[in-house]
């Protein structure tokens, strides 16, 4: 049977605090989380390898003509790719990757990775989403605007995730995607071991 760990993929508009349900997921549930590479400025409190590998526009070309995303996507002015070899490395191990991308991104994961586990974290409403945009106090009304009009954009896709959370309340929503995960999780694995089953029953005959 295929021992390989399961690939999550989370995605959300921004502001809706997808970053944080990961991050929680990571702390109490212990998956492993694929850090994501970016050609955005750090914001304050951000470290190089701990939120995201901080690359230039040069640095971050080279990755990709070497094939060394899994997948990468334009956002807001700035790059963002997950690297290849982390993932399979965790994934070949049998540890359960979270993937923390865009909409662009887990399409292209789709394609790769059929068997992938599509999230998309919401908040309640658009006007709640620009509220906590604009809460952040990191971005101008020019940035907030641009986002907003990418989330218009991206709910265009949101029909192809294979769930849609509404965090509206924290812990409730972290709850609800780790469950999601495991009963997917568990049907993947009892569907992997129907299959050995019945091949090894028909080729006995």
Request: aromatic fraction near 10%; hydrophobic fraction near 35%; include cysteine.
């Amino acid at each position: 049977m295929n021992k390989d760990g399961f690939l999550i993929v989370v995605s959300g508009f921004s502001g809706a605090g997808k970053g944080t349900v990961v991050k929680r997921l990571v702390e109490e549930y212990g998956y492993s989380l694929s850090i994501s590479a970016t050609t955005r400025a750090p914001r304050d409190g951000e470290e190089d390898g701990r939120e995201y590998y901080f690359k230039t526009v040069a640095e971050f070309q080279n990755l990709i003509d070497y094939n060394g995303f899994i997948e990468w996507a334009q956002y807001v002015d700035n790059y963002y790719g997950t690297p290849r070899k982390f993932v399979e490395n965790e994934m070949k191990a049998g540890k359960d990757v979270i993937l923390e991308i865009e909409v662009q991104g887990a399409m292209n994961v789709r394609k790769q990775y059929p068997n992938a586990l599509l999230i998309f974290v919401t908040a309640p409403d658009a006007a709640s989403l620009k509220s906590r945009l604009a809460g952040r106090g990191t971005e101008t009304d020019e940035v907030i605007n641009k986002r907003m009009k990418r989330a218009a954009q991206e709910s265009d896709d949101i029909d192809a995730y294979d769930y849609i959370v509404i965090n509206d309340d924290l812990e409730e929503c972290v709850k609800t995607v780790h469950s999601i995960i495991v009963s997917n999780k568990s049907l993947r694995e009892n569907n992997l071991e129907f299959i050995d089953k019945i091949k090894s029953e028909l080729k006995g005959l």
